[in-house]
């Protein structure tokens, strides 16, 4: 009876050890550019969020493939099994060691991650294959991969009339069995068609393209220092560019134009080859002229209304007609047309000079034959007519024996006749007695000083900044006036609002709703009104006070771009402040510690003048 039982047990060791042969685990390897565990995050019991098992099998039925079942070592769990795509998804605690695989007809295996030497790590994605030993006749493989490696990676690929994503130039997907067409196409690029047959079922069907460019790329070369101030133009658009580096360009014929105020205009046709570099060289014909335009005076030279200097210029003009003028105070400008070619170079072309705007001047004096003098010139005696006199002020002095000289100053205006009648005074001896000097008042050793007067109320303002170790950093301003007593308000934020616009709200650990989602980047809004009191303590010294409404909102973004507010790094309350400010000649210096509802503490500093 014992050796019957022996016998049994060890029938039923054989069936199951050759049940375990039934398929095997070939590889296990880390994917570390794999974005399902993080895309799709989930976690074990303990909390700890989970990594990601991609198990793909070959020689394995559909049906055989979800028998499979799946158990992990004590201090680990296998929390959730979904087959995609024909691969068996399971995500397991971090740190897993053992992976127990269970199956009703094919049998068991231990999976040991230290025999492929890996760690299993939280939101890490794993590849295993599986392979089965043998294929029931009754269920034969009629599903195979077709894997397309595609150049350039962003070119879109249809199958059957079907688009397929591509991730990274890599695009896959279980097909059933048969010949399927493909196309792959993208802008700049010639397209490729073709067809593949997939009846393999033990090799996976890679299709690998490469499209060949539609594109080649211009390059322009010349003189720099006149090529950069000219405007390139490629087909009607800025082709800037292709001064400075070869610029791409589709296939084919393009227009290349290229202006430039001193040069002539240049245009070319150039064709553009797959995948070559054209260059072309330019070089353009010179449009100016380098001349010197001089004024026998101190005259102003205007060219087309633009002034250009006083009595000489040298300069470049492009070829062409200009409105050239001479202009002087009290002169009546000279204008005239000229013509530049762009044979003129090194030529001097002599300006008109201005010629002065004149009055006329009839001088009589009462008695006549004085003698006449205009800014210091002797003219003649009167009575005189003087025809042509410069417009402007000028001098005249009267002399005659007997009589007192006569000063004065007149205006001549233009095309205008200025009549003078002057009466001069005869010469009478006057006896000036001296002045007798006044009595010096006496001063008063005892007379009162005035009281100083009272200091004026002032009024200050100043830029702010501040900054809390959250971090956080913010900018205002500050308003306010004082004499022994005073007052202020001022105004914070950092100006971003973006993190008052939340989704959702996190606890204190950072989970919504009992999940802990993957949290991106952060922002954060900070805003402060406050107002108080200033009191003087001693020039120049100041103490401020003050008390108001206070914000602080930090919110991180998720992976589906929306915001979670993280309440235990955010508050709203009164804001307190207290600090004190430095008067010197007008210049402010304030400092300050600012607090909201007591959770953080930032320093303030303001710049600024008072008045």
Known sequence: MRLRFLLLLAFTALVWTLKAQDYKVLSM????????????????????????????????????????????????????????????????SPGMKTLKIRHATLGRWDLHTANYGITVEALHTYKIVLQGTSTSPDNPITKQFLVFDITPKDAMLTVNGTPWPVIDGISQKMVDFGTYEYRIEVKDYHAISGKVDVFDPDNKVTVKKSLAPAFGYLKIEGDRDVLSKASVYIDN???????????????????????????????????????????????????????????????????????????????????????????????????????????????????????????????????????????????????MRINKLNVGKHSLRLVKEGYKPLNKSFNIEDGKTLELEEKMEAEVPVVVKPEKPEKEEKLNPEKEKPAKPTPPSVWFATANAAYSFAPQASFGFSLGQVKKFGWFLSAMSNF????????????????????????????????????????????????????????????????????VKMSDDSWTGVDVSLGAQVHLKGFVLSLEAVTTSFKDVEGKVGVGYAF
């Open 496 to 563: 971003d609002f973006k993190a008052m616009q939340y989704h959702y709200v996190a606890d204190a650990n950072g989970f919504i709703d009992g999940e802990y989602p993957y949290y991106a980047e952060s922002c954060c809004t900070r805003i402060s009104v406050l107002g108080g009191i200033v009191y003087k303590v001693i020039e120049p010294l100041y103490l401020r006070a003050g008390v108001g409404y206070g914000q602080r909102v930090k919110s991180w973004y998720i992976s589906d771009g929306r915001l």
């Open 237 to 383: 658009a800025n082709g800037s560019d292709a001064l400075q580096s070869p610029q791409r360009l589709g296939s084919g014929q393009h227009e290349v134009r290229i202006l430039h105020p001193m040069y002539q205009a240049y245009q070319q046709s150039v064709t553009i080859k797959d995948n070559e570099t054209y260059t072309l060289k330019v070089n353009l014909n010179a449009n100016f002229a380098n001349v010197t335009l001089k004024v026998d005076a101190d005259a102003e030279i205007w060219v087309n209304g633009e002034k250009k200097g006083i009595r000489s210029w040298t300069g470049n003009l492009e070829a062409g007609s200009y409105i050239v003028e001479c202009r002087m105070k009290d002169c009546k400008p000279t204008r005239e047309e000229r013509n530049i070619t762009a044979d003129m170079s090194g030529q001097t072309l002599t300006l008109p000079v201005p010629q002065p705007l004149t009055g006329m001047l009839v001088l009589n004096s009462t008695p006549a034959m004085a003698e006449i003098y205009i800014d210091g010139e002797r003219k003649g005696e009167t009575p």
């Open 29 to 92: 390897e880390s994917l570390p550019l794999d974005m399902t565990a993080r895309e799709h995050i989930k976690q074990d019991e303990r909390g700890r969020q989970c990594a990601v098992l991609r198990i793909a099998t070959q020689h394995i039925t559909p049906e055989q493939r979800t028998g499979f079942h799946f158990e992990c070592d004590l201090a680990s769990f296998a929390v959730e099994r979904q087959i995609v795509d024909g691969e068996i998804l399971v995500w397991v």
